[in-house]
Each structure stands twice: as C-alpha cells, then as structure tokens.
C-alpha cells in the first residue's frame, strides 16, 4: 500500500512558499527574477540530503535529478515529472505567511491580515471536500503560491518516498523544476539532452482526480497603428491621432462574446493586455486564444479585419498586423501517444480517486514539452483560487498527488 503522510507535504510546502519566487513579465534576463534561484537552490540541497546524487541547478534556475531504475526490466521508459518554482506576477509574493488550518471544519476562514478576504463554502464549494483535513492558505496580503509550489511539494515528497522504499521496482525517474512558467518561458532555456526523458507529467493542475490533456492553441497579436503626427497648434484636418485609433479599435471589440470574461469551456477568445504608444505611433497587444488551429486563425483574420475597417475611418492612418505563435494544443501529440495519459488515470484511480478529464483554458510547461520532444499532460494538486490572496490547497490533494506519482512509476515499469 503507497501512503503518503499529509503533515510532510504540507511542512515542505509551508517551506516553500515563503521563499519570494515571483517572476516578471517584463523581464528581460533569463530566469526574469533572480530570487527564483533561491527555491532552486534550496530544492537541489534537499535532493542531495535524499540521497539523489545526480541532481544539479544550472545558470538559469532549473534543477535537474535522477533516481536510477532499480528494476530488472530493460527498456523503460524513462518518465519525468516537473513543476514550476515561480510564482505569478498577478499578486503580491513578498513575506508570503503561510496558515495551516488543521482539520478543517467547514466554517468560513477570515485571513487575518486583511479581514475583508474571507474564504467560504458559499464562494468555494470544493472547500467542502477538505472538512476533516486540512488546508493552507496565506495570510490575507499576498498570493499563497501553490502555484505550483504544491507541486513542487509532492513530487519532492514522492521523490522522498522513493529513496524510503528502494524495494518498489521503477525505471528511470527525472525530475525537473523550471523557472518563468508564469511569464510563458518556462522551457525556453531547457536542456532536453541533458533531461533524457522519454515522456513527463507536469503536476500543476486543480482538483483531485483532474488529468488535463488539452491546452488552448495561443499565439499573440500586435496591432501597430501609424497616425499622422503634426503640431497641435496647427493640426486641423490634418493630425491622426494612433492613440485614438487604438482607443477606436478597442471600442470596436463585441462586448457580449469573443472575450475571456464572455467565454468559457471549448470557446476561444482574443484579449488586448497592453496598449502603449504616443500619438504618432501606438500599439495594441493581444492574446488569442483557441483548442483548434482553425479556430485560432479565424480568430485573427477577424481581428485583423475589424482592426481594418476602423482604420479605414482614419484618412492617413495606417496598421500592421503580426501575430507570433506561443504554445500549441498538446493533445495533438498525446494522442499518438495514447498511454500517456491512459497511466495516468490508472494512476489516479490506483490513489482512489475519480479521474476528472479536462482541457486547460490556457497553457502548461507541458504544452511545449509536448513539443520538443516529451509528449506531457498535466495533473493535480489541489491548488485552488490560484493568482489570487485566497489561494489554498488541501494537504489530502498534495498527498494524492504525491502517491499518484508513485503508482505512475510503478505502472510504467509493470508494463514494460
């Protein structure tokens, strides 16, 4: 029987999240936070204290270890789990102060230091899954940061159970923590050579039983608008202001569909996220967003055509459209890969619980993985209202997690 004890996930969690690992956007090093080294640093020295001698941190803040097979079997597969160490941009991740609420009681929890942040049955029914247990959340000012440091946490605390149990057979096992997931540059400098898997799961996903293997397609569109700058004083009937252009386009935006906060399940959407510029000259950024490629490019030749025709308004002004792809539909290649994802809801159903099919309204490390070589989905770990002061995660769904990874191992290795 695999048993995974809720009190040390939780204890490396809680160790975690108070190490600032929040990365920018803005960035332009690579990892975009030097702080995020930090968590790297500290992960590679408990690997070591484990016993996992081929375990490394590199010049960009990804850890990278080893446990070897133990099993007689030649030929298995060689797995990998990953996470990511930092946290979002969204919320504050400074002096992060984590509250473990012990055997939780169903009664709303006010964060003490900000009392108007109250988490609640009422606004997060699967708190009522977690009465008995117990779960972390922070203190009321900043992010909690299991995202995905809860993953983080049980694949070090399956790791952990490994070295404890050298009798269980596995093949190969990689582990791989990366840096700047937030800001969609999580594999950007990873070295797959050196990684050597053949196929991954990232643990960075939500309720217990959740397997996710679908992604958005996702690319980002720029719309740069030229206007016709002169004197102010002197600009009748001549100025074309590209800031008002672009004010014009955003307008022009449907209000009631298209959008993130009008769309949910298998719709896509397109989302400005910046506007910048000066009279003469101003761009809009966007994402766009769709489970299908066809879908994805009906998203821009509608966009570039509504950007067009507002244009067109503006005697002198002029556009350019450039679009840039960002991550691709991992199901794509998980379905020639079928097992993958079929171990993984063994896995899951070996840990006791229900699989919950999904597909992500959004993107994983897995999504590029995917593409690059190791086909990957995504799991649990119990991380909810992530981004946000009232994020939490159940200790139970850690250990899950945790002990899912373990069956993962052993189901690998049986069927090879």
């Avoid at 009522?128 to 049980?154: E, F, N, P, R, W």
């Amino acid at each position: 029987m695999i048993e995974i004890m809720e009190n040390s996930v939780a204890e490396r969690l809680i160790r975690y999240v108070q190490l600032d690992t929040q990365s920018d956007p803005l960035g332009n090093d690579f990892p975009t936070t030097e702080k995020q080294k930090d968590l790297s640093k500290l992960l590679l020295s408990e690997l070591i204290a484990m016993g996992i001698s081929n375990a490394e941190t590199d010049a960009f803040g990804y850890v990278y270890a080893t446990i070897p097979a133990n099993s007689k079997k030649l030929n298995i597969p060689t797995i990998c789990f990953c996470s990511h160490v930092d946290t979002a941009p969204d919320c504050s991740g400074t002096d992060v102060k984590p509250i473990h609420h012990l055997n939780y009681d169903g009664k709303d929890i006010v964060l003490p230091d900000d009392t108007s942040q109250v988490l609640s049955i009422l606004r997060s029914p699967y708190l009522q899954q977690q009465i008995g247990h117990s779960i972390i959340t922070a203190s009321g000012l900043t992010l909690l940061g299991a995202d995905d440091k809860s993953g983080v946490a049980a694949i070090m605390e399956a790791a952990f159970f490994f070295m404890q149990h050298p009798a269980i057979p596995h093949g190969d096992i990689k582990i791989l923590f990366t840096p700047d997931e937030e800001v969609g540059k999580g594999t950007a400098r990873v070295d797959m050579e050196k990684l050597g898997a053949d196929f991954g799961y990232t643990l960075d996903g939500g309720e217990a039983g959740s397997l996710e293997d679908e992604t958005f397609s996702a690319d980002a569109a720029n719309i740069i608008i030229e206007g016709v700058i002169v004197h102010p004083g002197y600009a009748k009937g001549k100025l074309v202001n590209a800031l008002k252009v672009a004010g014009a386009i955003l307008e022009a935006l449907p209000k009631n569909e298209w959008s993130p906060e009008t769309t949910q399940a298998r719709e896509g959407f397109v989302h400005p996220v910046a506007v910048n510029g000066i009279a003469e000259k101003a761009t809009i950024q966007l994402i766009v967003r769709d489970f299908t490629l066809a879908g994805l490019q009906g998203h821009h030749e509608r966009l570039q055509a509504l950007a067009a025709r507002v244009v067109e308004q503006f005697p002198g002004a002029s556009m350019r459209y450039e679009a840039q792809e960002q991550y691709r539909n991992m199901k794509e290649v998980l379905d020639k890969h079928p097992q993958v994802t079929a171990f993984a809801a063994e896995a899951i159903q070996r840990a006791g619980l229900v699989v919950k099919k999904e597909s992500i309204r959004g993107g994983t490390d897995g999504s590029r993985f995917s593409y690059i070589g190791m086909p990957c989905p995504n799991i649990f770990t119990g991380m909810q209202n992530i981004h946000s002061k009232l994020e939490w995660v159940g200790t139970k769904d850690m250990a899950k997690a945790a002990e899912t990874i373990v069956h993962l191992c052993m189901i690998w290795e049986q069927r090879s």
